[in-house]
Nanobody
Framework: QVQLVESGGGLVQAGGSLRLSCAAS????????MGWFRQAPGKERDFVAA??????YYADAVKGRFTISRDNAKNTVYLQMNSLKSEDTARYYC????????????????????WGQGTQVTVSS
């Protein structure tokens, strides 16, 4: 059974940093795209960042502040978040694509087959 477990969320002041982790189990995702999405209260879930086997992708709102990376040996993907703003407050979800070497936009929820339960990030101003 595939599981994605996020960790690293919490309360941080504006301008601070957090590092989210997403540990996958049940299969390896070294050749599959993985991504981060976020959902603020009362809003839709939005794309944040994605990483394929060769490239990274970011939403405009986080470009230059967030960095996605992966450690294939640990089957884990990370999201380093710097210069956090109050508008970054949301529940952050990790997601993974089932297919190896899948090529797509990586921006849409429906491209992802597996999801974690999320981790809350709250940025105080």
């Amino acid at each position: 059974q595939v599981q994605l477990v996020e960790s690293g969320g919490g309360l941080v002041q504006a301008g601070g940093s957090l590092r989210l982790s997403c540990a996958a189990s049940g299969r390896t995702f070294s050749s599959s795209p993985m991504g981060w999405f976020r959902q603020a209260p009362g809003k839709e879930r939005d794309f944040v960042a994605a990483i394929s086997w060769s490239s990274t992708y970011y939403a405009d709102a986080v470009k230059g502040r967030f960095t996605i990376s992966r450690d294939n040996a640990k089957n884990t993907v990370y999201l380093q978040m710097n210069s956090l703003k109050s508008e970054d407050t949301a529940r952050y979800y990790c997601a993974a694509v089932k297919g190896s070497y899948y090529r797509g936009s990586y921006l849409r929820e429906k491209e992802y087959d597996y999801w974690g339960q999320g981790t809350q990030v709250t940025v105080s101003s």
